[in-house]
């Protein structure tokens, strides 16, 4: 089943085209890595299936429901939850405070029942703040839940981003190069959560530039190139790919050429 | 850790505090009283202004304007309908509200500074509005002489000891109130608004409906605000609600420590109550004040008692379960 699916996403900055014509899918249940050089527009695209930006062309249905261009919040609710290239966690709150905001669309409270403390409202405090210590716990956090997040360590806080788009309990995943500054340690462990994400039935979309870590754990791979999908697939059919090959690695290097020229 | 603690000792300092509160008017004169129920009345504008500010960060250089929308209402509903101005507190507290609520379509998306000056902007046109007379509503330059008194079950509200206590009975419930909402998951998503807008809308909060309601429930608050002021002035005019009240309380958050009610309380009291303890050196009050900021800005930037953010117990913390996480961690 497809979860999440691309049709002619287009988007423009100026007379700059970041991403054209691309028709993208997620599978209900799988890894699926976005790949590219830099500047491949895979941020890009992330941020306009989030709400971030609005799209210059095409669609974009998640659960069999059209969410192009609705607002980021809405489509958070949906059941995407992301994290950030380069943190944006709230840095003066606790890391606890932090994965609690993830269940702000699971919970209704108002004005009036916050104040008044409803038994309603006390019941949903509760759940809230036991999930938030789920997702801790799930991230190996927990004993740091009263640390403030701007004083956590740069690997922790990366775990810290996936705790809290975890409590939004989400249906996709999408994680911006999670790994960017973590250690061979930190991504080995990294790798071994995000299986464990994708085992609890939450489809994961992720981008990275670590090509060792997509071709681990990726079960589908779409590589960018300029805003243009030039392959997909498994990561071995990718990795195989000549268009793959020759955006990753160019094609002035005289001793990869020649072969390819004698074989034209 | 405070668990541990039986409740009558964690209940004590209150209670003391509270006792205190009650019985000031008893130990202080008329006079110091009077200071009193003015500090009050700025505690609740502090507040009131730690919601928009403290609470969501958005800059209102302006909140003196809905203090006195909150004040004319008030005097102009009393003066013209004989309506009980304990009526009048939810309908100047509406009408201030009402007014924010409308300001907010056009003002609310604004950031930081582009905020600060259009609410500067909203204060001089509540000003000149005022003193130009509409509708001879308002009474010009002179402003309105309001002649009813506040009347509560029977009870009339007439000497500084009866403001006394009116007001700050006020204030106890409104705390109260408050530290409701900032731990409420209302409370925290002005929070995270506050930390920063795009991780807040990527985790499901809708921003501008977050700064629209904080923005609203503070300028109602100042309007209630302004019904006391009235109530208590009796005489109120334009130069009541002017730019540089605005600026004060302004400074009154950031003093107090952004988010922090008790900061607010303390700057309240440091900027209403110590100018009337330096009597003497009336001449050099703003000299003092001005000193004052500069060294707070740049010795304790976080205010005079900062926010302790909303650190709560987790629900359940049974050794089992969580040594039954840790081995499913390990497998």
């Given at each position: 089943m497809t979860l999440l699916a691309t049709e002619g996403l287009t988007k423009k900055f100026g007379g700059l085209t970041?991403?054209?014509d691309l028709d993208f899918r997620v599978e209900s249940g799988s890894i699926t890595s976005l790949i590219g050089p830099n500047g491949a527009g895979k941020t890009t695209v992330f941020n306009v299936i989030t709400g971030v930006y609005k799209a210059d062309g095409g669609s974009i249905s998640f659960v069999g429901s059209d969410i192009t261009n609705m607002k980021q919040h809405a489509i958070a609710a949906m059941g995407i939850g992301r994290t950030f290239q380069n943190l944006r966690l709230f840095a003066p709150l606790t890391a606890l405070e932090n994965v609690v905001s993830g269940q702000h669309t699971r919970s209704h409270a108002g004005v009036f029942g916050s104040i008044v403390g409803t038994p309603a409202q006390r019941r949903e405090e509760r759940e809230v703040y036991a999930v938030a210590e789920r997702c801790l716990r799930q991230m190996g956090l927990f004993e740091q839940r009263d640390v403030v997040a701007g004083g956590m360590a740069h690997g922790d806080q990366r775990r810290l981003e996936i705790a809290r788009a975890l409590a939004l309990e989400p249906k996709l995943l999408v994680l911006d190069e999670p790994a960017a500054g973590l250690n061979p340690n930190e991504t080995e462990e990294l790798v071994r959560l995000v299986r464990k994400i994708r085992d609890q039935g939450i489809t994961v979309l992720l981008i990275e530039h670590d090509m060792g870590l997509v071709m681990e754990i990726a079960d589908h791979v779409t590589v960018l190139e300029n805003g243009r999908k030039i392959g997909e697939g498994t990561p071995a059919e990718v990795q195989s790919n000549e268009r793959v090959i020759e955006a990753y690695l160019g094609v002035d290097d005289e001793e990869d050429f020649e072969p390819a020229e004698a074989v034209a | 850790m405070a668990a541990n603690t039986p409740a009558w000792r964690r209940l004590l300092p209150n209670v003391l505090l509270l006792g205190l509160l009650i019985s000031f008017p008893f130990i202080a004169d008329a006079y110091w009283t009077d200071v009193a129920v003015f500090f009050g009345i700025y505690v609740i504008l502090g507040l009131s202004l730690n919601l928009i500010l403290g609470e969501v960060g958005l800059f209102n250089m302006g909140h003196a304007a809905f203090f006195g929308i909150g004040a004319y209402l008030t005097a102009i509903l009393s003066i013209n309908f004989g309506i009980p101005i304990i009526l009048l507190l939810p309908v100047a507290a509406l009408g201030a509200g009402l007014v924010a609520w409308i300001l907010t379509?056009?003002?609310?998306h604004l950031r930081g500074d582009y905020l600060l000056i259009v609410t500067i902007g909203i204060n001089e046109i509540v000003r000149i509005a005022l003193i130009n007379n509409p509708f001879g509503l308002t009474g010009g330059p002179n402003g309105l002489l309001l002649l009813q008194r506040i009347e509560i079950f029977g009870w009339t509200v007439r000497t500084p000891a009866d403001f006394y206590w009116l007001v700050w009975a006020f204030i106890v419930v409104l705390i109260i109130v408050l530290i409701r909402l900032q731990n409420s998951r209302i409370g925290r998503a002005w929070n995270y608004v506050r930390e920063d807008e795009v991780a807040a809308a990527a985790m499901g909060i809708n921003v501008r409906n977050a700064k629209a309601l904080a923005f609203t429930l503070g300028a109602a608050l100042a309007g209630a605000a302004g019904t006391f002021y009235a109530a208590k002035m009796r005489i109120i005019s334009?130069?009541?609600?002017v730019f540089s009240e605005s600026v004060i309380l302004f400074a009154i958050v950031i003093l107090g420590g952004m988010g922090s009610i008790p900061g607010v309380i303390v700057a309240a009291g440091a900027i209403m109550v110590l100018p009337e303890l330096l009597r003497g050196f009336v001449e050099y009050r703003m000299l003092f004040f001005g000193a004052a900021m500069v060294l707070m800005m740049i010795f304790?930037?976080?205010?005079l008692w900062p926010s302790k953010r909303w650190a709560r117990k987790l629900s359940i913390e049974e050794p089992e379960t969580a040594a039954a996480v840790e081995l499913e961690e390990k497998e």
């Amino acid at each position: 089943m497809t979860l999440l699916a691309t049709e002619g996403l287009t988007k423009k900055f100026g007379g700059l085209t970041a991403v054209a014509d691309l028709d993208f899918r997620v599978e209900s249940g799988s890894i699926t890595s976005l790949i590219g050089p830099n500047g491949a527009g895979k941020t890009t695209v992330f941020n306009v299936i989030t709400g971030v930006y609005k799209a210059d062309g095409g669609s974009i249905s998640f659960v069999g429901s059209d969410i192009t261009n609705m607002k980021q919040h809405a489509i958070a609710a949906m059941g995407i939850g992301r994290t950030f290239q380069n943190l944006r966690l709230f840095a003066p709150l606790t890391a606890l405070e932090n994965v609690v905001s993830g269940q702000h669309t699971r919970s209704h409270a108002g004005v009036f029942g916050s104040i008044v403390g409803t038994p309603a409202q006390r019941r949903e405090e509760r759940e809230v703040y036991a999930v938030a210590e789920r997702c801790l716990r799930q991230m190996g956090l927990f004993e740091q839940r009263d640390v403030v997040a701007g004083g956590m360590a740069h690997g922790d806080q990366r775990r810290l981003e996936i705790a809290r788009a975890l409590a939004l309990e989400p249906k996709l995943l999408v994680l911006d190069e999670p790994a960017a500054g973590l250690n061979p340690n930190e991504t080995e462990e990294l790798v071994r959560l995000v299986r464990k994400i994708r085992d609890q039935g939450i489809t994961v979309l992720l981008i990275e530039h670590d090509m060792g870590l997509v071709m681990e754990i990726a079960d589908h791979v779409t590589v960018l190139e300029n805003g243009r999908k030039i392959g997909e697939g498994t990561p071995a059919e990718v990795q195989s790919n000549e268009r793959v090959i020759e955006a990753y690695l160019g094609v002035d290097d005289e001793e990869d050429f020649e072969p390819a020229e004698a074989v034209a | 850790m405070a668990a541990n603690t039986p409740a009558w000792r964690r209940l004590l300092p209150n209670v003391l505090l509270l006792g205190l509160l009650i019985s000031f008017p008893f130990i202080a004169d008329a006079y110091w009283t009077d200071v009193a129920v003015f500090f009050g009345i700025y505690v609740i504008l502090g507040l009131s202004l730690n919601l928009i500010l403290g609470e969501v960060g958005l800059f209102n250089m302006g909140h003196a304007a809905f203090f006195g929308i909150g004040a004319y209402l008030t005097a102009i509903l009393s003066i013209n309908f004989g309506i009980p101005i304990i009526l009048l507190l939810p309908v100047a507290a509406l009408g201030a509200g009402l007014v924010a609520w409308i300001l907010t379509g056009p003002i609310i998306h604004l950031r930081g500074d582009y905020l600060l000056i259009v609410t500067i902007g909203i204060n001089e046109i509540v000003r000149i509005a005022l003193i130009n007379n509409p509708f001879g509503l308002t009474g010009g330059p002179n402003g309105l002489l309001l002649l009813q008194r506040i009347e509560i079950f029977g009870w009339t509200v007439r000497t500084p000891a009866d403001f006394y206590w009116l007001v700050w009975a006020f204030i106890v419930v409104l705390i109260i109130v408050l530290i409701r909402l900032q731990n409420s998951r209302i409370g925290r998503a002005w929070n995270y608004v506050r930390e920063d807008e795009v991780a807040a809308a990527a985790m499901g909060i809708n921003v501008r409906n977050a700064k629209a309601l904080a923005f609203t429930l503070g300028a109602a608050l100042a309007g209630a605000a302004g019904t006391f002021y009235a109530a208590k002035m009796r005489i109120i005019s334009p130069e009541s609600f002017v730019f540089s009240e605005s600026v004060i309380l302004f400074a009154i958050v950031i003093l107090g420590g952004m988010g922090s009610i008790p900061g607010v309380i303390v700057a309240a009291g440091a900027i209403m109550v110590l100018p009337e303890l330096l009597r003497g050196f009336v001449e050099y009050r703003m000299l003092f004040f001005g000193a004052a900021m500069v060294l707070m800005m740049i010795f304790r930037p976080q205010g005079l008692w900062p926010s302790k953010r909303w650190a709560r117990k987790l629900s359940i913390e049974e050794p089992e379960t969580a040594a039954a996480v840790e081995l499913e961690e390990k497998e």
